[in-house]
């Protein structure tokens, strides 16, 4: 007989999208449950609920507070876990749903935000302990004063990685739409290859720059604890992707992935005295609005003044260009400009840390199409641009095969 493991599966909304989905999600649990293992599983609230959920308490009031909307956001997810109990146990399978200050899943008090700061698994282990399935809702925990709280969209992610490092699981798998990572988004690519595995640190990255596949935090919490952490597709068998904690640069593919974001806006101060403080002062009202900014650049002076032009999330960009206007006037600015409509395109690779020239590749092949680049940002693994959104999608095929991702026989790699 195989030795008995704990797995943490977490279902994503189209994969609980429906009653039908739900049966099929039950039949999958509870037939490894049936073969020995213990069986934790975390879902989603059905598609679309969440986005439901938010347009409805709009209509209520635009501006609904934060504890409240959590309040409302949260029943998506307790709606799924009793439906998939209920699955489980008119199939004979024992299983008990909690939400996620039921299983004390404490977080901090930011919502629509939060962190989680610790699980206290009593509960869980008690009822495995007695055979059962464990059904946790995701995306929600509770503050220490008990306000129920959010974890940001896609937070299901996070609290099934989070589950599974609380419990030393032997798996955590994110059972979705797709049948694992892929070198780009699937849907803009059909020419994406899944990979069979990515480096943690590389998924971090292709989270942060847009790939939705997995929520930023979950990975983080994957890379600090060491989860065993696999990508798999609820509609089809196959081996999915395993994140990696080891890296062999030797024999990394130059770029893992290309990763991109339509969730950018750029503003501009034009003729800011070239003088110590000036970006401190500039981004420093920018901060105080919690804003956060991503690209920066800082031209060369002439005549003592310079420009300069940072990014930030397209949500903010109104307020950015208000807090950027009443800056200006006081520094005695030439200017204020922006533009919403820009597009970040990145390419991902733990390769890049031993190879040159991935750069003039990815600018040449954009050239050739007359991309235009707007801004540029490195790291150690990844290089970023910012292009007109128009160009986006035609930005990243063009990647994508520069560097050999495609699906083809003659791909590099
Ligand atoms: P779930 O509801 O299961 O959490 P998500 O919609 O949050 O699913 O994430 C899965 C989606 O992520 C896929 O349908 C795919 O369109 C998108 N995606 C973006 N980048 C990638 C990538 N590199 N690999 C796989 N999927 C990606
Ligand atoms: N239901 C939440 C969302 O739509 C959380 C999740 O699905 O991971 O963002
Ligand atoms: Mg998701």
Redesign the pocket.
């Known amino acids: 007989m195989k030795n008995m493991a704990l797995i943490v599966q ?6 609980v999208g429906s009653p039908e989905r739900i049966l099929a999600v039950a039949e999958k649990v509870a037939r490894r449950r049936a073969s020995g293992d213990d069986m934790v599983v975390v879902v ?1 609230a059905m ?1 679309g609920e969440t986005d439901r959920l938010i347009s409805l308490a709009k209509s209520v009031n635009p501006q609904a507070p934060a504890r409240e909307l959590d309040v409302l956001i949260s029943t998506g997810e307790q709606v799924t876990i009793a439906l998939l109990s209920m699955a489980l146990e008119r199939r004979g399978c024992a299983a008990r749903s909690y939400t996620g200050s039921q299983v004390h899943i404490r977080t901090d008090n930011s919502h629509g935000k939060a962190r989680i700061i610790d699980i206290d698994d009593a509960r869980v282990r008690d009822d495995l302990g007695k055979g059962r399935v464990v059904v946790i809702a995701g995306f929600q925990g509770v503050d220490e004063d008990g306000n129920i709280t959010t974890l940001g969209r ?1 937070g ?2 996070t609290t099934a990685v989070a589950m599974a490092a609380a419990l030393k699981a032997d798996e955590c798998q ?5 049948d ?9 690519v059909p020419n ?1 290859r ?1 990979l069979d595995r990515i480096t943690a640190e590389e998924m971090l990255e ?1 989270a942060s720059l ?6 930023i935090r979950s990975v983080e919490f994957a890379g600090k604890y060491r989860v065993p952490l696999r ?1 798999l597709s ?1 509609f089809e068998e196959g081996p999915g992707t395993l994140i990696t904690y080891e890296e062999n640069e030797m024999e990394a593919p130059l770029i893992s ?3 991109f974001s339509r969730d950018e806006a750029k503003v501009t101060v034009r003729g800011v005295p070239d003088k110590p403080g000036i970006a401190a002062r500039i981004l420093g009202d920018i901060g105080s609005a919690n804003i956060n900014v991503d690209m920066i650049v800082q031209n060369v002076g002439a005549d003592g003044t310079t420009d300069f032009t940072f990014t930030v999330h397209r949500g903010d960009y109104r307020q950015a260009l208000e807090i950027l206007k009443k800056t200006a006037g006081q520094l005695a600015a030439r200017e204020v400009t922006g533009d919403d409509k820009i597009a970040k395109i990145s390419v991902v690779g733990v390769g890049m840390r031993s190879h040159a020239g991935i750069a003039s590749t990815m600018f040449k092949a954009l050239a050739d199409e007359s991309i235009n680049i707007q801004m540029i940002s490195t790291s150690e693994i990844k290089i970023s641009v910012i292009v007109d959104e128009k160009y986006m999608e035609l930005g990243v095929r063009t990647l994508h095969a520069a560097f050999g991702l495609d699906k083809q026989p003659t791909a590099g790699r």
């Open positions: 977490k279902y994503g909304g189209t994969s989603s598609s896609g299901s992610d994110i059972y979705t739409d797709v694992g990572v892929y070198t780009t988004d699937p849907r803009i994406a899944r292709m847009g790939a939705k596949v997995l929520q990508v609820s992935g290309i990763a």
